[in-house]
Structure formats: structure tokens, C-alpha cells
């Protein structure tokens, strides 16, 4: 059975940084391209970043470009999120999703078959 967790959402300042980590279980990350997407309140699901398994192709949301960055630890089975120039529109409850492996990183949440439980970011102004 495949697992995700994710770890390291927080309460943080504008300007600040966050790291968050997902760590897939019951399959080793390389079975996957992995996603993280984000969900704020009153609004719907939104892709934030993307890799695929071999780590040849990463896709960011135009909200993510040059502040985030995405990468693997395969050794770890871990996926990371690095949050750098947080602001207060980044407050959301970030989800990592893992599908099946393609050369492709796919923005639509749709095709991600595993989906984990979500971490809470919150950004002070």
C-alpha cells in the first residue's frame, strides 16, 4: 500500500522560508512523478510544482518561479519543497501526489492516483 507524508508546514513571516517533505512509502519514489499541489481556503486545488521520476523534468506554477524550488532525495524516498520570499497568498494546505512515471509533469491533479493527508502553511503579512 502506498503511503504519502508530508512534514514541515508552520506558521512563518512574510519573507520567510519553509521546507516541506514528503516521504512516500510501500513503493520507492523512483515508481513515481511526484507533485505538490496547494488549497486555500474558498478556493480549488492548484498545482504548485512538479518532477518526474528520473528528475529530468520539472514544471513550477508561474506563483512558484524563482522562489521554489522541487527535489528528490531517492535514497530518503523523499520529495522536498523549498519556500523561499514567502508572502501571504502562499497560505494554503499543501498536498504532495505521486502518479505513474512519465517524462512528462502533468499541472492537472487528476491523473495523481496517491494523494497525501496535507500540511498547513500559514504566511503573516
Known amino acids: 500500500q502506498v503511503q504519502l507524508v508530508e512534514s514541515g508546514g508552520g506558521l512563518v513571516q512574510a519573507g520567510g522560508s519553509l521546507r516541506l517533505s514528503c516521504t512516500t512509502s510501500?513503493?520507492?519514489?523512483?515508481?513515481?512523478?511526484m507533485g505538490w499541489f496547494r488549497q486555500a481556503p474558498g478556493k480549488e486545488r492548484e498545482f504548485v510544482s512538479g518532477?518526474?521520476?528520473?528528475?529530468?523534468?520539472?514544471s513550477y506554477a508561474d506563483s512558484a518561479k524563482g522562489r521554489f524550488t522541487i527535489s528528490v532525495d531517492s535514497a530518503k524516498n523523499t520529495v522536498y519543497l523549498q519556500m523561499n520570499s514567502l508572502e501571504p497568498d502562499d497560505t494554503a494546505v499543501y498536498y504532495c501526489?505521486?502518479?505513474?512515471?512519465?517524462?512528462?509533469?502533468?499541472?492537472?491533479?487528476?491523473?495523481?492516483?496517491?494523494w497525501g493527508q496535507g500540511t498547513q502553511v500559514t504566511v503573516s503579512s
Open positions: 501526489a505521486a502518479r505513474s512515471r512519465s517524462s512528462i509533469v502533468l499541472r492537472d491533479s487528476s491523473p495523481y492516483d496517491y
Open positions: 510501500g513503493r520507492t519514489i523512483s515508481s513515481f512523478n
Open positions: 518532477i518526474s521520476w528520473n528528475g529530468a523534468s520539472i
